[in-house]
């Protein structure tokens, strides 16, 4: 089964600051997504992955799909206080090896903490 | 309402009780998906629906959980002799039809703490 491991576990940075996020693939990644989480709420999606070298932005948030497909990281530039949260990465199954492209492996998430 | 809406959003058992938990999509959603967070993990799949049917359950642990969707539309979890390993956050999401970006649009999810 695939896993994947989110680095660092945690990160507390000072606002305005930039900061990384890491999610690696113990097998080749087909869909990869960024969500995040705030305490006692849903997941939200952030963004989608799927070839490599892509890479995709949303105000101050950019992820990015290494050529391999094994490896994304989520850069956000400018932290301020709203960005904290847990950020997850997931990812599908590819089709025609019995996986559904939304049965999502999630990794254990990134707690981050943006400080004022 | 404009999102998913679980209820309850907490609920507390004693083990061996049974216990439901709701689901109701996003109107016009026909995919609908069950996962569950325990602390300090991330979710983990349970069961998707393709409308009325469970297309793949493949993520339930064992036959003490069980998932219905009757209409297509609300679709409530169900735990029976619950045991103190099943407390977890229960969430669930529903997705559009024509796939988009493949968003998942996940509730608030529902906090199960059996005593």
């Known amino acids: 089964s695939q896993e994947l491991e989110q680095s660092p576990q945690s990160l507390i940075v000072q606002e305005g600051k930039n900061l990384t996020i890491n999610c690696t693939s113990s097998?080749?990644?087909?869909?990869l997504y960024w969500y995040k989480q705030k305490y006692g709420e849903g997941l939200i999606f952030l963004m989608m992955l799927q070839k490599g070298g892509e890479e995709k932005s949303h105000e101050k948030i950019t992820a990015k799909l290494d050529e391999k497909k094994q490896q994304s990281s989520l850069h956000i530039t400018a932290s301020q206080p709203s960005h904290a949260g847990i950020y997850l990465c997931?990812?599908?199954?590819?089709?025609?090896?019995?996986?559904?492209?939304?049965?999502?492996?999630f990794g254990k998430g990134t707690l981050l903490t943006v400080n004022p | 309402g404009a999102g998913v809406s679980q209820t309850p959003s907490n609920k507390v058992t004693e083990k061996g009780k049974y216990v439901e938990l709701r689901c109701d999509p996003i109107?016009?959603?026909?995919?609908l998906y069950w996962y569950r967070q325990s602390l300090g993990q991330g979710p983990e799949f349970l069961i998707y629906f393709q409308g009325t049917g469970a297309a793949d359950d493949s993520g339930l642990p064992n036959d003490r959980f069980f998932a219905v969707r009757p209409e297509g539309s609300v679709s409530t979890l169900k735990i029976q002799r619950t045991e103190r390993g099943d407390s977890a956050v229960y969430l669930c999401?529903?997705?559009?039809?024509?796939?988009?970006?493949?968003?998942?649009?996940f509730g608030e999810g529902s906090r199960l703490t059996v005593l």
């Open positions: 999401a529903s997705s559009s039809p024509s796939g988009g970006t493949g968003e998942l649009f």
């Open positions: 997931g990812a599908d199954s590819p089709r025609g090896s019995g996986g559904s492209n939304y049965k999502l492996t």
């Open positions: 097998k080749t990644l087909y869909g």
């Open positions: 109107s016009g959603h026909t995919a």
